[in-house]
């Protein structure tokens, strides 16, 4: 099918007031769209506004003639799915879940319009199985984000069965106007950059939990020796563990035993210490936060 031109989706509804709900946010407003960010939790809803403020000021992507409290304006917080019902594109940035994210797709079909793009950001469950539970199938897929969703240049596509060519076309270039490099990914477990990166932070933890090196050092090889921009073990804790933890649950009941957890990742996850969002994991941090 011939390639169709876009006309760029000008609210935007995000669902999840977490780290990467907001990195999301914040990205749109930078590229001076309508943003409704929609969350149950009275407590992120409260804090959305000031952080997504003060990222703004801290950004390195903002354009010069865009000030934090300029873009801000055209962010709704809401605590009722119903603000969706003017987003052309909401895109879903829950926990990675099948339970929490089916059940939030079903609930959808009462309050987005039939011509919306839903998108899921999960980052390893399945496509497929999501869309089933999506409001309208046909105009679903996967678009995971990185994050920091606001500076890492890469998103992953996952087409599920029934994605209509045209909508994944549109995501295509919504993806480029965004500022983003997008790859395509077949509808498997984790995709590609989490298939390929989160059992190396497994076998991190694994190295630290035999006590062959301390956590410093662990890091210091793979930023020195294998070039990485950053330690295994500080990008989980910048990931978040519960995070890690998610998707390496889900690794290990779809492809088996060699992505079992490590122990130590879920003991820390059973304490609270999930990074840098909770001011501990595999390393301690003074202030809260993401990037």
């Not at 801000?72 to 799915?81: A, E, F, P, R």
């Not at 929490?100 to 497929?128: H, Q």
Request: aromatic share 8%; glycine share 6%; hydrophobic share 45%.
């Amino acid at each position: 099918m011939q390639k169709t031109s876009m006309q760029v989706p000008q609210s935007i509804g995000v669902i999840g007031a977490g780290q990467m709900g907001l990195g999301i946010a914040q990205l749109c407003l930078e590229c001076r769209l309508s943003v409704v960010l929609h969350d149950v939790a009275p407590i992120l809803l409260d804090r959305a506004r000031r952080e997504i403020k003060e990222r703004l000021w801290r950004s390195k992507t903002r354009p010069e003639d865009l000030s934090p409290e300029e873009a801000l304006k055209n962010l709704v917080l809401s605590d009722s799915l119903r603000d969706l019902h003017t987003c052309n594109f909401v895109i879903e940035a829950i926990f990675e879940s099948y339970e929490a994210k089916e059940g939030l797709f079903e609930r959808l079909k009462e309050y987005t319009t039939s011509g919306a793009i839903l998108v899921t950001n999960t980052s390893s469950l399945s496509v497929a199985r999501l869309a089933r539970h999506a409001p309208n199938p046909s105009r679903f897929l996967g678009f995971h984000f990185m994050n920091p969703a606001s500076r890492i240049p890469l998103i992953e596509l996952i087409r599920a069965p029934e994605t209509e060519d045209a909508v994944f076309h549109q995501c295509q270039d919504f993806a480029h106007f965004l500022g983003k490099t997008f790859i395509v990914s077949h509808d498997a477990p984790a995709f590609v950059l989490n298939r390929v990166l989160i059992p190396m932070m497994n076998e991190a933890m694994h190295v630290l939990e035999e006590r062959i090196a301390i956590a410093e050092d662990i890091d210091t090889a793979l930023t020195l020796g294998a070039q990485h921009p950053i330690g295994p073990l500080h990008l989980a804790d910048f990931i978040g563990l519960d995070v890690v933890l998610a998707i390496l649950k889900t690794l290990h009941t779809e492809r088996g035993e060699k992505y079992r957890p490590s122990a130590l990742l879920i003991e820390y996850v059973e304490k609270g210490w999930l990074g840098r969002k909770s001011g501990r994991g595999f390393f301690i941090y003074e202030e809260r936060g993401s990037f």
